[in-house]
């Protein structure tokens, strides 16, 4: 048994990943969230109602864990730079209050914290995938965060207080978003599509990215429950580019007919316009490759949304 303790089990990640360790372990799970109110029914296991800027609330929560699950981010790469002092005190100090309980406690618990693949590292000309290994030089409060997060893990693994473990995650999808979201672009199209709404692009139509589905980032992150070292960085992405117009062409062969574009460029102007993860370390040194192709995760994700259409339909004649 892992006593298992998650962070952001109510986002867009987080509730995915909850519902799959519910289905494929027996470990012992415990959330903490701000308010009883947000509880779901995917919540299996010990639901800890309280705040991450409240230390007690902390080693409450941290208490007899074995692994830690660090999901819990608010904004986004397009959104973090609009009120930085904010961002900074939305993220960053709730994060360090976690890591200062951990240390008084004094378990030395397994962390394994979600990172970003495609905010944190500097821009590349040459269009090779990133290792682990190359520079980084964010562009947005966002990843600067992100990256500081991973910069003290190190050092608390250096001090002896965790061991960690950081996935820098491609581009997920896999469910759909709400319409009004500014990240997620598969997800949130395809909630547009539902509605018969336009979809909405933020940057340029051009801009590359690595999608990867949310089953297949699961698959890793229960992986990394099991150390390799104290501490260690792992991409989490397909090797394969995407640009925003080739998601969009996917999206509309796979609806079948095509739909309306509202396009938004002027909010996404920093955007990174490449991003794309070698993941060949994730399949070395932890059997970790992904499984499901881009093509293939968004038909999936359209026929059960036709499934549901077609129950409901059942259900009211």
């Not at 048994?1 to 027996?26: N, W």
């Not at 660090?70 to 730079?81: E, I, K």
């Not at 406690?105 to 944190?120: D, E």
């Not at 893990?153 to 709400?178: D, I, S, W």
Request: net charge negative.
């Amino acid at each position: 048994m892992t006593p298992t303790g998650i962070l952001g089990a109510t986002g867009f990640i987080g509730s995915y990943f909850c519902r799959h360790l519910a289905a494929c372990t027996d470990w012992p799970l415990r959330f903490l969230i701000r308010s009883a109110a947000r509880k779901s029914p995917f919540l299996a296991g010990e639901v800890l109602e309280g705040d991450l800027l409240s230390r007690p609330d902390c080693e409450r929560f941290a208490s007899g864990l074995d692994v830690i699950y660090y999901l819990a981010h608010a904004n986004t790469p397009l959104n973090s730079d609009l009120d930085q002092p904010a961002d900074a005190a939305l993220n960053l100090l709730p994060f360090l209050n976690q890591l200062d309980a951990i240390r008084r406690l004094g378990n030395k618990p397994h962390l394994v914290y979600f990172s970003s693949g495609g905010a944190v590292y500097a821009p590349r000309p040459t269009r090779v995938p990133y290792r682990e290994s190359d520079p980084c030089a964010p562009a947005s409060s966002y990843g600067i965060l992100k990256l500081t997060a991973e910069h003290y893990l190190r050092l608390a693994v250096e001090r002896g207080e965790l061991t960690a473990t950081v996935l820098r995650v491609g581009n997920a999808y896999g469910t759909l978003l709400p319409e009004y979201r500014t990240q997620g672009l598969i997800g949130v199209a395809l909630a547009n599509l539902l509605h018969g709404k336009p979809v909405s692009v933020f940057g340029n139509t051009s801009n590359v990215r690595d999608y990867v589905h949310l089953q297949d980032v699961c698959a890793m992150a229960v992986t990394a429950s099991a150390p390799r070292r104290p501490f260690d960085i792992v991409n989490v992405g397909s090797g394969t580019g995407h640009s925003v117009s080739d998601v969009l062409s996917i999206v509309q062969d796979c609806h079948g007919a095509p739909f309306p574009i509202e396009m938004k460029s002027a909010c996404g102007q920093w955007l990174a316009d490449w991003a794309v993860l070698d993941s060949s370390y994730a399949k070395d040194e932890y059997g970790w490759s992904p499984a499901i192709g881009l093509r293939d995760g968004v038909a999936a994700m359209l026929a059960d949304w036709n499934g549901e259409l077609r129950a409901e339909s059942t259900l009211e004649r």
